[in-house]
């Protein structure tokens, strides 16, 4: 039975992510609905003041150190196998982000742990654990059990409301040295790439075209509407592989994330690899001449039929309304 549960926060650049806040929610759920304590572990620089929002932990572990602008996983592990050790902990969540990716296989095999990769949901019944994973970007889903409640498990991003995991109170918070003790590897220096022109992650209407959209040509199109109902364009993986955009306006599991209020799909058909990074938009139109189009599943509103023949009709209707 686990003694208790701790949440590894993920940040990067002085700003927390979003999964931890997701981590913490349902780290403070299983931890009540279990009878047990939840920690979570902040490290590296202003380490301190982050601490301050994690509330909803029982208790607080701070690895404050103006050295480690970024952790690297050899430290990490190190800190978490320490207080995991110290505190008999059974249920590490991480976040399943580039920044905490490598933590879960290597800490897995110092403690002796199982590694459950990609979950999406965890459920506390009958005194077992089950972690509910993605699969091959949500082509499979696998249900895993444990009796016994012990493991490490990876958090897939938009899995859990982040509020969830937000409280007003202040927690404990324990300082814990920067170890530090024969580490091979060094962090150089954080390289980031050159900042795109929009930044599709902060726009709240996103018009998005696919492989249906015929040709580069044709994106003018999507430009045009985008004059009308403000926001940005973006794309589907097969548009951004062609060059037509470039990379920074890719949505799905191997470009950015979007949460807009509205998200419009031209000529995009829906794999799943695209629907990971917009299905929480808050009202999706989609425009697809395939009936049978994945897309139209997560879809509020479908339109069956040809781009060439929706959309200039949307247009001139808007102008007239303007």
Known sequence: MSKGILVLADHTKEVITDVSYEMLGIGRKLADSMNQPLYSLIIGDGAEKFASGFG???????????????????LIVQILKKIVTENDISLILVAGTNISSGVGPLLAAKLDYRFIHFCKNLIYENGELM?????FGGKIFSETVLNDCKGIFSILPGSFPAEAGKASRFPEIIDIPHPDDGLKIKFKAFIEPEAG????????????????????????????LVEIIGGAVCA??????????PLSRQIGKSGMIVKPKLYMALGISGAPEHIEGMKDAELIIAVNKDSAAPIFNVAQYGICADIDDIVPMLIDKLKERK
């Open 56 to 74: 909803i932990a029982d208790k607080v572990f701070v690895v404050a150190d103006k050295k480690i602008e970024i952790a690297i996983p050899e």
């Open 236 to 245: 589907s993986r097969p548009i951004i592989d062609q060059g037509w955009l």
């Open 197 to 224: 022109d929009v930044d599709v992650t902060k726009e709240s209407i996103l018009v998005s075209v696919g492989r249906g959209i015929g040709s580069s040509d044709n994106i003018s199109i999507a430009d045009e």
């Open 131 to 135: 972690a509910t994973s993605q699969l």
